[in-house]
């Protein structure tokens, strides 16, 4: 079984300012099927990278994702006022499927 | 655009089983995989199984012995049902589909434990 750390737990930074969100596997992910998602207060999901680093329809250029084996990072060029929020990884190559505890990004 | 909507009491009391349902429109729920995903109150997101539309299931171990997955394909929908219910069970329920990553998910149902 698979788990997900994602580091740091909160991450406080201004708009505009860059944002980079660590998400490290007890194992190796399987084909890099490793996905990443946001979380507004009282929303589902939604999801952003998939793949590692792939975007997903819609999803704005500055958001990126980097990463393979055990260590992934998304990474936010600019953070615009919607961005703070809490970011999940996910990892689907194996079973169980699992997520990570999630990091906030607060504004300072 | 495909959208999922939950339903089902939101109040269990404990020991009971919690029954939930999420309706497929927008498309068909055939040949696609569905997932069911909960969050606690203020915590994180925890899987808890697939199904494929032919009604092949997958679950979580740490739940395994009291989930059960199923499909209705005539009406679109998919359904949860969690036996031995706990306060630890309480948490917002989502649908959404896919078995691997999801992009399509339900708005999320909060499901209470409380006698």
């Known amino acids: 079984e698979i788990v997900l750390t994602q580091s740091p737990g909160t991450l406080s930074l201004s708009p505009g300012e860059r944002a980079t969100l660590s998400c490290r596997a007890s194992?190796?992910?399987?084909?890099?099927?490793l996905a990443w998602y946001r979380q507004k207060p009282g929303q589902a999901p939604r999801l952003l990278i998939y793949?590692?680093?792939s975007r997903a329809t819609g999803i704005p250029d500055r958001f990126s994702g980097s990463g393979s084996g055990t260590d992934f990072t998304l990474t936010i060029s600019r953070l615009e006022p919607e961005d703070f929020a809490v970011y999940y990884c996910?990892?689907?190559?194996?079973?169980?499927?699992?997520f990570g505890g999630g990091t906030k990004v607060e504004i300072k | 655009q495909v959208q999922l909507q939950e339903s089902g009491p939101g109040l269990v009391k404990p020991s009971e089983t919690l029954s939930l349902t999420c309706t497929v429109s927008g498309g068909s729920i055939s040949s696609h995989y569905w997932s069911w995903i909960r969050q606690p109150p203020g915590k994180g997101l925890e899987w808890i199984g697939y199904i494929y539309s032919s009604g092949s299931t997958i679950y979580n171990p740490s739940l395994k012995s009291r989930v059960t997955i199923s499909v209705d394909t005539s009406r679109n929908q998919f359904s949860l049902t969690l036996s031995s219910v706990t306060a630890a069970d309480t948490a917002v329920y989502y649908c959404a589909r896919g078995d691997g990553y999801q992009k399509y998910w339900g708005q999320g149902t909060l499901v209470t434990v409380s006698s």
């Open positions: 996910h990892q689907y190559g194996s079973l169980p499927r699992a």
């Open positions: 793949g590692a680093s």
């Open positions: 194992q190796s992910v399987s084909n890099s099927y």
